[in-house]
């Protein structure tokens, strides 16, 4: 049963606390709205950390406005109560309002493999003797935030298939490199080529992963030439749970994009033997 029928008398529930004045604008108005929402849950955040995939710290900070969820995790979060999902929609559209417009001390930090959490700005690149340009707020993670971009890609084109009808499954990787396998823990979204049920690929795996950060979508059993990895990405979680910040260099369209770790077959995550990217 969704919710709880005495919220009003629930002794491990904290009211919350007023959002801060100089909270304004879409991103006041996402918070409202999600405050709203959870209001009519009646659980405390000890308790929604035990239904979705995010920490109470993490959960906390959404409701103060100091971080934003990814969409699937708000999709998550909506169906835990009685009228959530008729206020999904409209969640949505303030979410996207609020990333547009949220300052990068709103966006999301990501959380540690050991299940704490990142306290400053996003993981630290390696040295590297290129400078890099200034970080913008960008887009997670998700195949329902996928569904923003509003763009279907019904075929993976590889650097090996110069046909443009999608992927070879049956080319081998050059010396050097891997074949990887996209992986969909969701088994309803595994056989559907939706905009829904796409995956994306992220244009820097250090950026958040977010919408402005998709240069390329994805599918379920399509596959991939990795050409090196790294390990300290930005930490992706799934629908599962499961998370990982390595990440795999690919390329779509001639472009050199990046796969979330997690998001391919688990055994090839576990065994992959790619030298790492310089």
Known sequence: MHGNPN?????RRKPLAPLPEQLDGPLRDF????????????????????RLPASRSSLSRYLRGQSLPDERLLVQWCKLSFTGEDRLPELVRLLHLANEAAPTSATEHPENPDGGETAGSAPERPPTSTARLKPVLVGVATAVVLAVAGVVTWGLIDDNNASGHGVSRETPAAKGTERITVHNVD????PKRTRECSMGLAIDPYLAYRP????????????????????????VTDEAGGHSS?????????????????????????????????
């Not at 919220?7 to 002794?11: C, L, M, Y």
């Not at 918070?31 to 035990?50: C, F, I, P, Q, T």
């Not at 599918?219 to 790294?230: N, P, Y």
């Open 212 to 235: 402005s950060n998709i240069g390329g979508h994805v599918w379920h059993g399509d596959q991939l030439t990795a050409e090196c990895r790294i390990a300290n990405g930005v930490t």
């Open 246 to 278: 390595i990440w795999f260099q690919v390329r779509q369209h001639g472009k050199k994009l990046w796969m979330p770790g997690i998001r391919i077959e688990p055994n090839q995550l576990q065994y992959s033997t790619l030298d790492n990217c310089e």
């Open 7 to 11: 919220r009003a008398t629930n002794p």
């Open 31 to 50: 918070v409202s709205g999600l405050r709203h929402m959870h209001g009519e849950l009646g659980l405390s955040l000890k308790d929604l950390e035990a």
């Open 187 to 190: 088994k309803g979204c595994r």
